[in-house]
């Protein structure tokens, strides 16, 4: 069974500028949920998408935002981008809906540099 | 706001040696997972804990879910330097405006 993967791995921004990042879940999996995750901060939450519903929400700015296709697949949009955007963006996927009452899998993250 | 603090920070121990990370939440988590994460590679799912008073084994890892659902630890016996990497727990709070939140993190190195 093929893992996580996240797309594309490494990516580098200039201030103001908009990205988005892509993550395909395990197949069967309908779960997708993204974090931030910076030395100074640690792992942080962004939000969970279920059946292509936002289920939950971290405490991000409005510049952070996402989606959830029909096949599972998740991207993340982040407008206008800072400096202290500047981090790995992982996304995990797991069987169910219900943050931390299933499994989760994780994907290799992309590294994002805003310069 | 809610958060989950993890101690010690860093630990250095000798292969061979014992290992325990600390994980403490400011309110009631519904339940808790460990995760670890090797240097450069992204987290992997160790183990979930439920109920108060858990306690799960799996080899030389022992985990266990304090009474009040406010703390956890897990506990490495006989250190291999396999088990180089960060111990994140993770747990729902069941308030506030953080939902899902990860601890700080141990970060465990093993000298040979």
């Known amino acids: 069974k093929a893992g996580v993967t996240q797309t594309p791995r490494y990516l580098i921004k200039t201030r103001g500028q908009q990205v988005t990042l892509s993550c395909s879940p395990i197949?069967?999996?309908?779960?997708v949920s993204w974090y931030q995750q910076t030395p100074g901060q640690g792992l942080q939450f962004l939000f969970e998408y279920f059946s292509e519903t936002q289920r939950n929400k971290g405490n991000f700015p409005g510049r952070f935002s996402g989606r959830q296709f029909s096949n599972s697949r998740s991207e993340m949009n982040v407008s206008t981008l800072e400096l202290g955007d500047s981090a790995l963006y992982l996304c995990a996927s797991s069987w169910g809906a219900g943050f931390l009452s299933y499994e989760q899998y994780f994907g290799p993250g992309t590294r994002l540099t805003v310069t | 706001g809610q958060q989950v603090m993890q101690i010690p920070q860093y630990q250095h121990v000798q292969e061979g040696e014992d290992f325990t990370t600390y994980c403490n939440s400011s309110t009631t988590l519904s339940n808790i997972q460990w995760y670890k994460q090797r240097p450069g590679g992204h987290p992997v799912f160790l183990i979930q804990l439920v109920k108060s008073g858990e306690v799960k084994k799996q080899k030389r890892l022992t985990f266990q879910f304090g009474e009040a659902k406010k703390n956890s630890s897990l506990h490495i016996t006989a250190t291999q330097t396999t088990d180089v990497g960060t111990y994140f727990c993770a747990g729902p709070i069941t308030s506030g405006t953080y939902k899902y939140i990860f601890g700080t993190g141990t970060r465990l190195k093993v000298l040979a």
């Open positions: 197949s069967g999996h309908r779960s």
